[in-house]
Structures are given as C-alpha cells and as structure tokens.
C-alpha cells in the first residue's frame, strides 16, 4: 500500500517541478509526474527488494529525492532538446531562410 502512497507524492513533486521550472511550453502536462512518479516506483521497489522496510526513514527520502532529481532533469533535458529540434526543423523547412 505504501507503494501506491509514494508513487503518488512522487508524481505530485513531478507536477510541482512541471510549474517550477521554465519551459513548460515543450512539454506535455503530464509528462514530467509520469517520469517522476515512475522513478519513485522503480527505485522504491529496488530498495524493498535490497532489505529497507517501509516504515524506515531512508527509503522515503531516497525514493522522493529520485523523483525530484528525475523531473528536474527530465525537464531541462527535455527543453534543451526541443529548442534544438525545433531551431533544426523550422532551419529545414524554411531552406535557410529563417
């Protein structure tokens, strides 16, 4: 059950990282707490899976703390990368002359 609680506080720092961060623009609104929300999943099972229980501190903290470091460069990779893709295709489609 905790698992479902993490994941969602997780996709919910995913949601915050989304208004935070500039550049939302490129980006779906569910994209960023669907990456997040999955890292928690992920890393919360792994650390189950390695012997933390779930009423310790540190798996919380560990779990949470991908999540927000996952949105974070999630979202800046993200943009970099559209800005780019974007610069290359309207540089194409114009032949040149934009």
Do not use: C, K, Q
């Amino acid at each position: 059950m905790e698992l479902a609680y993490v994941t969602v506080i997780g996709a919910a720092l995913g949601a915050l990282a989304r208004y935070a961060l500039p550049g939302r623009r490129t980006y779906g609104l569910f994209l960023l707490p669907a990456i997040s929300g999955a890292v928690t999943a992920v890393v919360w099972a792994a650390l189950v899976w390695l012997g933390l229980t779930f009423d310790g501190g540190w798996i919380w903290v560990v779990s949470l703390g991908a999540a927000a470091i996952a949105a974070i460069a999630g979202a800046l990779l993200i943009v970099r990368y559209r800005d780019n893709a974007d610069a290359r295709l309207l540089h194409r489609l114009s032949a040149g002359r934009a």
